[in-house]
């Protein structure tokens, strides 16, 4: 059973470029987040999709957007890239009407020069 | 106030020891509570994850919630060198679909 499934695995951009990372689900999970952990910090939630419809959001600008596909898989996108945007960032994926909580994929670091 | 606190550390102990992680919070409205483990440069792995006040345990694992004192532990008997990572506690209001807050993480050093 494939867990949560990221890629790139790293990636270095520059100030005013844009990314887009991408994220498989768990088998069986039906919604993804996405968090950003900033060095020494604990994960930010930035935003959760279901049913391809961006369901919650946390304190993050218009700059992060995402979509989500028939299959459930993700992608995050970021625009005009800052410095401060430098972070590993994290997919999770859950199954909405479970008791279970959301299971985290490796990550992909992020390096804005 | 943050909403969940969480010693950095690092906080150093020696192979065998008995280890305690502890995370308190200030919104009553979290209902689930979860301790994760990260490795350098890794995603987090999901280690306990409860539900409202009480104890559960998994092998040399033991997590404790406190609700009236917004206080949770993490307890690590007979702690191993494979054991040092950085620890973080989350919680949810909900289950499946809730956002996670976490705190900071607190780095654990296990030495031989």
């Known amino acids: 059973d494939a867990g949560v499934t990221q890629s790139p695995t790293h990636l270095i951009k520059t100030r005013g470029q844009q990314v887009t990372l991408r994220c498989s689900p768990k088998?069986?999970?039906?919604?993804v987040s996405w968090y950003q952990q900033a060095l020494g910090q604990g994960p930010q939630f930035i935003f959760q999709?279901?049913?391809?419809?961006?369901?919650q959001r946390g304190n993050f600008p218009d700059r992060f957007s995402g979509h989500q596909f028939p299959n459930y898989s993700s992608e995050l996108n970021v625009n005009a890239l800052l410095l401060g945007d430098s972070a590993l960032y994290l997919c999770a994926s859950s199954f909405l009407a479970g008791q279970e909580t959301q299971y985290f994929g490796p990550g992909t670091r992020l390096l804005v020069l | 106030q943050k909403e969940v606190e969480q010693d950095p550390g690092p906080l150093s102990v020696p192979e065998g020891a008995i280890v305690s992680l502890n995370c308190t919070y200030s919104?009553?409205?979290?209902?689930?509570f979860m301790w994760y483990r990260q490795y350098s440069r890794k995603g987090p792995e999901l280690l306990m994850y409860?539900?409202?006040?009480g104890n559960k345990e998994d092998g040399r694992f033991t997590a404790q919630v406190d609700k009236s004192s917004k206080y949770i532990s993490l307890f690590i008997r007979d702690s191993q060198p494979s054991d040092s990572a950085t620890y973080l506690c989350?919680?949810?209001?909900?289950?499946?679909?809730?956002?996670?807050?976490f705190g900071k993480g607190t780095m654990l050093l296990v030495s031989p």
């Open positions: 989350a919680m949810s209001m909900n289950s499946g679909y809730s956002t996670l807050t």
């Open positions: 088998s069986g999970h039906d919604t």
């Open positions: 919104n009553s409205a979290f209902q689930y």
């Open positions: 999709y279901y049913e391809e419809e961006e369901r």
């Open positions: 409860t539900y409202s006040s």
